[in-house]
């Protein structure tokens, strides 16, 4: 399955699994919270729990960290199809950030990927994984280098990635009569001690 396919047939699943580790991270913090106030005659530490959710059918291009491009519509599949999603869950030592939009533009497919190109080099060097390099087997795929792996797009569409492998820019664009539809997706997965998302 192709790359923004793929994330938009998870979608579902990651709102399940989002709902039901928030619900064990309330758990953790509520059960955190006791064991704190069983221990009140002993020195203070903080302790504090950060941890949140965010579940949303709605995305900016602030969340996006990327421009809308002049003119362009959100692209729906179905009428009740939403063309965007914002999903965010983060704790104290780790957090994920999966922002997607999808739209759609009258202007032809070459011209909507070179004002993606550009705005996606704000993050560093742009990967067309429309026509990816051979991979050589000494890359180290443990350094925080994008890359482009597996992701390819739909038949005769293009793909662009930018940024880390914890922070990634895409942008996805095909031709559709009478011009084209894309895909914005910012994707964040950190861990650490780290401010929440």
Same mark, same amino acid.
């Given at each position: $399955?192709?790359?923004?396919?793929?994330?938009?047939?998870?979608?579902?699943?990651?709102?399940?699994?989002?709902? &039901?580790?928030a %619900? $064990?991270?309330? &758990?953790f913090a509520?059960?955190n %919270?006791?064991?704190? /106030?069983?221990?009140?005659?002993?020195p203070?530490k903080?302790?504090?729990?950060?941890? =949140?959710i965010? &579940?949303?059918?709605e995305?900016?291009?602030?969340?996006?960290?990327?421009?809308?491009?002049? +003119?362009?519509?959100?692209?729906?599949?179905?009428?009740?199809?939403?063309?965007?999603?914002n999903?965010?869950?983060?704790g104290n030592?780790? +957090?994920?950030k *999966?922002?997607v *939009? @999808?739209?759609e533009t009258?202007? #032809?497919p070459? @011209?909507?990927a %070179?004002?993606?190109?550009? #705005?996606?080099?704000?993050?560093? !060097?742009?990967?067309?994984?429309?026509n !990816? !390099?051979a991979?050589?087997?000494?890359?180290n795929?443990k350094?925080g280098?994008?890359?482009c792996?597996?992701?390819?797009?739909?038949? +005769?569409?293009?793909?662009?990635?930018?940024?880390?492998?914890e922070?990634q /820019? &895409?942008v996805?664009?095909?031709?559709? #009569?009478? =011009?084209?539809?894309f895909?914005?997706?910012?994707?964040? #997965?950190? %861990?650490?001690?780290h401010?929440?998302m």
């Amino acid at each position: $399955m192709n790359y923004p396919n793929r994330v938009f047939a998870t979608t579902k699943s990651l709102l399940l699994f989002s709902t &039901i580790f928030a %619900a $064990m991270l309330l &758990i953790f913090a509520a059960s955190n %919270a006791r064991s704190l /106030h069983a221990q009140d005659d002993q020195p203070k530490k903080s302790a504090d729990v950060n941890a =949140g959710i965010k &579940i949303s059918s709605e995305a900016t291009a602030k969340d996006l960290g990327l421009p809308l491009y002049p +003119g362009a519509k959100p692209q729906k599949d179905t009428k009740d199809d939403s063309s965007a999603a914002n999903l965010g869950l983060w704790g104290n030592s780790f +957090g994920f950030k *999966l922002v997607v *939009l @999808k739209l759609e533009t009258a202007d #032809a497919p070459d @011209k909507v990927a %070179a004002f993606y190109r550009k #705005a996606l080099a704000k993050y560093g !060097p742009v990967l067309d994984c429309s026509n !990816p !390099p051979a991979s050589k087997p000494q890359d180290n795929n443990k350094s925080g280098k994008l890359t482009c792996d597996e992701d390819k797009p739909d038949a +005769g569409g293009q793909l662009f990635k930018s940024g880390s492998k914890e922070k990634q /820019h &895409i942008v996805a664009v095909k031709g559709s #009569a009478p =011009g084209t539809t894309f895909q914005l997706l910012y994707l964040e #997965a950190r %861990a650490g001690d780290h401010e929440a998302m």
